[in-house]
């Protein structure tokens, strides 16, 4: 038996059910695409072997920040006015090829762009990006009927594909998608799946509190772009006769290579200094300082001997020795109060 238009019945109930589905789809990505800001979560194992959750929350504006799985390690992420950076363990910096810097980034936060990421939240994490991103996906999920299942919580959701889940009813939301919709390539290093859901306004109000405190905490990260040498130059050594106090004092130049066009990183350098006389042994001192790209500083450090013999002469002899880290300033109050007028204009 065939409808007026052609079709069976059963075709007819399966065009109205696809007609549903899109119905859902497209009132999902909307709301989506007008979501103040956004909650990701995504499960990781820990090192024991735990399940454990990430959270990751960005608004509509690309501010945002908390934990992501980037190939298999939770990688803390803060994103403020377009600013990217990151804090990994050692061995997440191994694996991208910084060998040298592993130890010393692995300690802190690394100031560094969106390009480094397989995916920067901020161009395709945030609400807008996010929604047309998984329209433009939509076509490759599949056109047969509508696939529906049940959420831990109980939640019925369409399916699509097994890379997106919108919810049944109204109001119409995206619960969870395969990273891979946001990019083929680089997705899939953010795992299998994200559960997305858009935060109420007094969640909005908690993540500006912790954004600034996240702000706060950057400090004065490492330049993960840049790199720095020095030389060591005019090297005195004075010492005072008949108490042992050696005084070493010398000239550091630094030049830097590689950071980003209109930042000003700051060099901290580290310089250790052996100094060591006849018969007497050797001993170290160490000092730090900061100086700004491409300048020269002066540093000193001392050390004392004991003396067998205050009317003897000793040869002295200095070996300084500096190495240097980039660091890029960050002003943590100018930083919040773009974040306050962004929030703002979300009810945050």
Not at 179 to 203: I, S
Not at 239 to 253: A, I, N
Not at 279 to 289: F, I, P, W
Request: proline share 6%; charged share 20%; net charge negative.
């Amino acid at each position: 038996m065939t409808g007026t238009a052609g079709l069976s019945d059963a075709d007819r109930q399966l065009a109205a059910e696809r007609a549903q589905q899109q119905t859902a789809v497209d009132a999902a990505l909307r709301a989506l695409e007008q979501a103040p800001a956004l909650q990701y979560d995504a499960t990781l194992k820990d090192g024991s072997g735990n399940p454990a959750t990430l959270t990751y929350r960005v608004a509509r504006d690309g501010n945002g920040f908390g934990a992501l799985p980037l190939e298999g390690k939770s990688v803390r992420i803060a994103e403020p006015d377009g600013q990217l950076y990151l804090a990994a363990d050692a061995d997440y910096w191994k694996s991208h090829g910084l060998e040298e810097n592993s130890t010393q980034f692995g300690g802190g936060w690394v100031h560094t762009v969106g390009s480094e990421l397989p995916v920067d939240p901020a161009a395709r994490m945030a609400p807008p990006k996010l929604a047309a991103e998984l329209r433009k996906a939509l076509g490759g999920l599949g056109s047969g009927a509508p696939r529906k299942q049940k959420l831990e919580d109980g939640t019925e959701v369409y399916d699509l594909g097994g890379a997106l889940q919108v919810t049944t009813a109204e109001p119409h939301r995206v619960t969870g998608f395969a990273p891979a919709l946001l990019d083929p390539r680089g997705g899939p290093k953010l795992g299998a799946a994200f559960r997305v859901r858009p935060l109420a306004d007094a969640e909005i109000k908690q993540f500006h509190n912790d954004f600034n405190a996240a702000v706060d905490a950057i400090g004065q990260p490492f330049d993960g772009l840049a790199q720095a040498s020095v030389t060591v130059l005019n090297d005195k050594l004075d010492c005072q006769d008949y108490v042992g106090s050696c005084k070493t004092t010398v000239d550091v130049s630094n030049s830097v290579v590689g950071n980003q066009p209109g930042s000003k990183p700051n060099v901290h350098i580290k310089l250790s200094v052996e100094i060591s006389a006849d018969t007497l042994g050797s001993q170290s001192c160490a000092t730090e300082g900061d100086a700004a790209a491409d300048a020269t500083i002066t540093m000193s450090c001392s050390v004392k001997f004991t003396l067998p013999n205050r009317t003897a002469s000793y040869q002295v002899l200095a070996k300084p020795t500096a190495v240097a880290e980039v660091r890029s300033p960050v002003d943590a109050n100018a930083v919040k109060a773009k974040l306050a007028a962004a929030f703002a204009a979300i009810g945050g």
